[in-house]
């Protein structure tokens, strides 16, 4: 039995609402943090306007696609039985074979498979762009969606049995579709829309960069373009062609559905075949994906520099030999068959042969392709999987590999080149160095502060040390122990009369890890306004030690020494005096993982304050 509108209604109410408030909350809690950064507000803003007008743009330009391509196929389709004989006759010419039962089912049932892999993919993309992945306490960007491909597709039907949410949603989808077409397929289409989107509402980014674009002033070999437009300008182009490529493909296979029903086809066994207006909108219809699939197999020739089949990364022999002309040949023949299919669609019939009833004459036949749209598929199938599979393996085993080094010997060497351009090698400044055997007091003397400060500690012995001797409590650490050079002031001698001198030191941060924190005192209060920070820190020289074979620390403890003026122990009066201390804490550092809020009301857990 039919599901009634309102059951439509009340689900679209309810998940209405709760995106809304979803949204409405995320808005909400940015607004006040931009709010408080003083003249960076304006930023937020126009982020917002950008995401908004963005995400408007995309969801009112996909609903208005597919709702306009329903209502013209729901205008076109045939009617009920009983309201055959009502309708104008030129609606109800089958002008292609019919279609018997076991054909009907085969294509209506993979019409609705290929729906819900459509609205699956998308879906997910959504879902997961809703709740975006957060590592170390900063949200991961979202990457471009992939495009659907038979390889993509069959990993989604693999993992439809093990996935219950998916599984459901399937089922669920094709219920609603099953039950009532049309209201379903028009409810799909707004959920859709919107699913679209808030993707590029995620992506604004790349809308910006796009139009902001900067030159590197560094060009590829391969198409000759500036490296900028392959970060700034193809991932906008990637973006455009996954929307185009989804919405094309689920407008496409609605309207072929609603077609295949129509008349309770199934209900009667057979369908009679299309009519000639059914058939010039699919066709229509099929030149615009052909367009797209132009326009991806386009953008695909970009996408060799990232190949990962030679041996090197990037376009080696086969991909730019082969897959490039490839691709070129493919978007060439998919912009010819999009011309075909909007010619037949122009042509299949002229108005004054509609408006009459009578079959196209001769004249006009002849202006047509003769092939019909399923060879045009066919064919491009074929040579797609010809071209872009089996001829770069072929070309790779047989030609490539048995002499690859003299293939590919021009890719290593611009592979190489680029590599050490990227890492600015190519401006290391390459001189021989002749070390001599010879070392006389003179040399000691002129290289007094070189030998002073030969390091004689390893970061690990160290790091041991300050976590016995310096940790003070569970919750701090010693994550590790870098070396630096510190002026310190000296008494001069007759020998050195500077009254400072360079010293090669080891500093040791004393973090807070918060996951030492014992678990009953793990709550949201206490991680984000009391323990809030590390304190101080452990300064030692790298080639000295004292008595006990510890190190001999400049900095150390936490403020043992009272009304010393600092809040770490300090070993001597020189140290104070070259090393400003005052209040150490450590807000952030490389152990913190998270976000705290501070000054507050509330007082912070610290050492410093015993």
């Given at each position: 039995m039919p599901l009634p509108k309102?059951?439509?209604?009340?689900?679209?109410?309810?998940?209405?609402?709760?995106?809304?408030?979803?949204?409405?909350?995320?808005?909400?809690?940015?607004?006040?943090?931009?709010?408080?950064?003083?003249?960076?507000?304006?930023?937020?803003?126009?982020?917002?306007?950008?995401?908004?007008?963005?995400?408007?743009?995309?969801?009112?330009?996909?609903?208005?696609?597919?709702?306009?391509?329903?209502?013209?196929?729901?205008?076109?389709?045939?009617?009920?039985?009983?309201?055959?004989?009502?309708?104008?006759?030129?609606?109800?010419?089958?002008?292609?074979?019919?279609?018997?039962?076991?054909?009907?089912?085969?294509?209506?049932?993979?019409?609705?498979?290929?729906?819900?892999?459509?609205?699956?993919?998308?879906?997910?993309?959504?879902?997961?762009?809703?709740?975006?992945?957060?590592?170390?306490?900063?949200?991961?960007?979202?990457?471009?969606?992939?495009?659907?491909?038979?390889?993509?597709?069959?990993?989604?039907?693999?993992?439809?049995?093990?996935?219950?949410?998916?599984?459901?949603?399937?089922?669920?989808?094709?219920?609603?579709?099953?039950?009532?077409?049309?209201?379903?397929?028009?409810?799909?289409?707004?959920?859709?829309?919107?699913?679209?989107?808030?993707?590029?509402?995620?992506?604004?980014?790349?809308l910006l960069l796009f139009f902001q674009h900067t030159p590197f002033g560094t060009t590829d070999p391969v198409f000759a373009k500036d490296v900028g437009f392959y970060i700034f300008q193809v991932p906008f182009w990637r973006l455009l062609e996954f929307w185009l490529s989804g919405l094309i493909a689920f407008g496409a296979i609605a309207v072929l559905l609603t077609y295949l029903l129509s008349g309770h086809s199934l209900s009667r066994g057979n369908f009679p075949g299309f009519s000639i207006p059914q058939q010039r909108h699919l066709l229509f219809l099929g030149g615009i994906t052909f367009l797209e699939v132009a326009l991806r197999n386009w953008l695909e020739r970009y996408e060799l520099l990232n190949s990962a089949e030679g041996i090197i990364y990037g376009a080696s022999y086969t991909p730019a030999q082969v897959e490039l002309p490839a691709r070129t040949l493919l978007c060439v023949v998919a912009l010819l068959l999009a011309a075909v299919l909007f010619w037949q669609a122009a042509f299949r019939k002229d108005r004054k042969e509609q408006r009459s009833g009578k079959l196209p004459t001769s004249k006009t036949i002849k202006l047509l392709p003769i092939l019909p749209v399923k060879f045009y598929v066919a064919g491009y199938i074929g040579l797609t999987f010809v071209s872009t599979f089996l001829l770069p393996i072929l070309v790779q085993r047989i030609v490539v590999q048995p002499n690859e080094l003299v293939w590919e010997r021009p890719y290593i060497k611009r592979s190489i080149a680029f590599t050490r351009k990227g890492f600015n090698l190519d401006e290391v400044d390459a001189q021989t160095f002749d070390p001599e055997g010879r070392l006389t007091y003179a040399d000691i003397q002129e290289n007094y502060l070189t030998i002073r400060n030969i390091r004689v500690w390893d970061s690990r012995p160290l790091l041991a040390t300050n976590r016995q001797l310096q940790q003070i409590r569970s919750y701090y650490k010693f994550n590790d122990a870098d070396i630096d050079r510190y002026t310190i002031k000296r008494e001069p001698t007759p020998n050195i009369p500077s009254e400072t001198e360079t010293v090669q030191v080891m500093v040791s941060a004393r973090e807070l890890d918060y996951s030492n924190v014992r678990a009953e005192a793990k709550t949201w209060f206490n991680e984000h306004l009391i323990y809030t920070h590390g304190y101080g820190f452990t300064m030692s020289p790298v080639n000295t030690a004292d008595a006990g074979g510890f190190p001999e620390y400049f900095v150390k403890d936490i403020g043992t020494e009272i009304g010393s003026g600092t809040t770490l122990g300090i070993s001597d009066a020189r140290i104070r005096a070259s090393i400003p201390i005052g209040y150490p804490r450590i807000y952030y550092g490389e152990l913190t993982d998270t976000y705290v809020l501070a000054p507050s009301r509330i007082r912070e857990f610290g050492l410093s304050q015993w």
């Open positions: 309102w059951n439509y209604a009340i689900a679209l109410i309810v998940i209405g609402v709760w995106l809304l408030f979803d949204l409405a909350a995320y808005l909400v809690t940015e607004g006040l943090w931009f709010s408080q950064a003083g003249d960076i507000f304006q930023v937020f803003w126009l982020q917002l306007l950008v995401r908004s007008g963005l995400a408007l743009l995309v969801a009112i330009a996909s609903v208005s696609f597919l709702l306009a391509n329903l209502h013209r196929a729901t205008k076109l389709k045939y009617p009920p039985p009983t309201e055959l004989y009502d309708r104008p006759k030129i609606l109800c010419e089958a002008a292609s074979a019919p279609i018997g039962m076991r054909s009907l089912l085969l294509s209506v049932a993979g019409c609705y498979l290929l729906l819900c892999i459509i609205v699956l993919h998308v879906s997910q993309v959504a879902v997961e762009y809703w709740q975006p992945v957060v590592e170390n306490g900063y949200t991961i960007a979202p990457s471009i969606p992939e495009h659907l491909t038979p390889k993509l597709i069959w990993q989604i039907l693999q993992a439809l049995p093990f996935d219950r949410f998916r599984l459901v949603g399937a089922i669920a989808l094709v219920a609603s579709l099953c039950c009532r077409t049309r209201l379903g397929l028009q409810v799909l289409s707004v959920l859709f829309s919107i699913s679209f989107g808030y993707i590029f509402y995620c992506h604004w980014d790349k």
